[in-house]
């Protein structure tokens, strides 16, 4: 009976020890994370494109710590804000959601242990919460980019060696004149970028996730930008885009040029697409003088009659069936063919009747 007694204490105090130990590895990893958090601000969207990494770490916990299953359900949330960005566009930063669930897990672990310090334990760890947020509210007020993402994104295009939290200066983001953005850094939003009033050409590679275009219609210097996998349906909440004069739009991930605002001043457009694309959007481009168009399949040129002042065409690549109202435009001059396959006696004769120059470059 003493031994059977013994034993469920040995139980009850190996099990208590074991709250002690996950409590302290949980107040490490918090302080660990606040730390890489402040020097590195996109270490938490990491795993921001895939919510694999939160799936297999919640399924193991479970697996391993089957009495306690439900703890590690918490984990179910950093998913959830993925999703919740995926298919809505509503942004919560990663690291608020990583950071609570982790102080939840932390205190549940204080809690069950039985110890007189019971309350000390669960106030550190609201301490750490205070810390971090109050420093990172402090951090955004002082900074001119107030997207963090995008600041580190500035940082490593430009080679500007600096932890995240050390701010850019006015000064080095007057000397930017190209930038380019790509998916490293996950930038969400764009705001602070009109502060780079030497910016003249912008490169956007970013998988799509970008929410907010707006602040670039304060970029008065931008001339230049080209956005590669983007969501176009987002630049839809923008009406008109002034001074931009080249533009490039490549394989995007969502919406058409029907969502994109009125650009008034662009001359040249090239559009690049896996797929056929409507041309009816190009009525959002009206003095577009030089077109370059490449898609999978035969093209249709249905929409191309709103270039009223187009000079030049080039094409890739493409079987140009239906050509008539290409030929229709009064001001072409020149079309570039980058494939035999575009190179027909039909065409070639329609266009030189008209004083359309040909060019087939193999």
Excluded at 69 to 80: D, H, N, R, S, T
Excluded at 228 to 246: A, P, Q, R, V
Aim: charged content about 25%.
């Amino acid at each position: 009976m003493d031994n059977t007694i013994n034993n469920e204490e040995i139980k009850t105090k190996d099990k208590l020890k074991n709250y002690k130990k996950e409590y302290l590895i949980g107040i490490f990893v918090l302080i660990a994370f606040m730390c890489l958090q402040l020097c590195f601000s996109s270490l938490y969207d990491a795993s921001a494109d895939s919510p694999s990494f939160w799936i297999i770490f919640m399924v193991a916990g479970i697996m391993f710590h089957r009495k306690d299953w439900k703890e590690y359900m918490l984990l179910i949330f950093p998913v959830l804000n993925y999703f919740l960005f995926k298919f809505f566009y509503i942004f919560i930063p990663n690291y608020i959601v990583i950071f609570i669930v982790v102080a939840v897990l932390t205190i549940f672990c204080a809690v069950k242990e039985n110890s007189d310090k019971k309350k000390i334990k669960i106030a550190l760890v609201i301490v750490l919460g205070i810390v971090l947020f109050s420093t990172n509210c402090y951090l955004y007020s002082n900074r001119i980019i107030k997207d963090g993402n995008l600041e580190a994104e500035i940082k490593r295009s430009q080679e500007i060696k600096k932890p995240a939290f050390i701010s850019l200066k006015q000064g080095e983001l007057d000397k930017i004149d190209e930038m380019r953005i790509s998916d490293v850094n996950k930038v969400k939003s764009l705001s602070g970028i009109e502060s780079m009033d030497s910016l003249k050409t912008l490169y956007i590679d970013d998988e799509g996730f970008i929410i907010d275009y707006s602040p670039l219609l304060k970029c008065k210097s931008l001339k230049r930008m080209s956005i590669w996998y983007g969501n176009l349906n987002k630049f839809g909440e923008i009406d008109t885009f002034k001074n931009l004069e080249d533009l490039v739009i490549a394989f995007p991930k969502k919406g058409s040029l029907e969502d994109m605002p009125y650009f008034p001043d662009v001359k040249n457009l090239d559009i690049q697409n896996k797929k056929p694309i409507s041309l009816s959007g190009l009525k959002n481009f009206p003095k577009v003088e030089k077109f370059s168009l490449s898609v999978t399949g035969v093209p249709s040129f249905d929409g191309i009659e709103n270039l009223t002042n187009l000079k030049e065409l080039i094409l890739y690549d493409k079987v140009i069936e239906n050509y008539d109202k290409l030929l229709s435009i009064p001001t072409l001059k020149k079309i570039s063919l980058y494939s035999p396959l575009n190179a027909n006696d039909e065409l070639i004769n329609a266009a030189k009747a008209k004083g359309i120059e040909i060019e087939i470059i193999k």
